[in-house]
């Protein structure tokens, strides 16, 4: 399984990023969900979305980011609106290939990570 993730880039605050994760090497998709890392920080999720669309945010993201998936070549985006410096980091696509309850603080739970993309936000 691969997952490719693109779209990150820099952006002064207020302004918007949309990414996107590309997978390949699986038949079937469970839980995807993205996750970010700032320097000197723990990695932390940002949103989730299962198989049936439920999608779940982090507090600091919500009514500002939107996570959305389909059947295409890219199965994965987030739409990310608002942005302020402190959502700068690395942003990492992941998948966890079982159903079930989904959500971002079970990245442990995450088996497939892409390579991560940079976000910048400027202030």
């Known amino acids: 399984v691969q997952l490719v993730e693109s779209g990150g880039g820099e952006v002064q605050a207020g302004g918007s990023l949309k990414l996107s994760c590309a997978v390949s090497?699986?038949?079937?998709?469970?839980?995807m969900g993205w996750f970010r890392q700032a320097p000197g920080e723990e990695r932390e999720g940002v949103a989730t979305v299962d198989s049936d669309g439920m999608a779940r945010y982090e507090d600091s993201v919500k009514g500002r980011f939107t996570i959305s998936r389909d059947s295409a070549e890219n199965p994965l985006y987030l739409q990310m609106n608002s942005l302020k410096p402190e959502d700068s980091g690395i942003y990492y696509c992941?998948?966890?290939?079982?159903?079930?309850?989904?959500?971002?603080?079970?990245?442990?739970?995450?088996?497939?990570w892409g390579q991560g993309i940079q976000v910048t936000v400027s202030s």
């Open positions: 090497g699986y038949t079937r998709l469970w839980c």
């Open positions: 992941a998948h966890r290939p079982w159903p079930g309850y989904c959500s971002p603080d079970q990245d442990r739970e995450f088996s497939y």
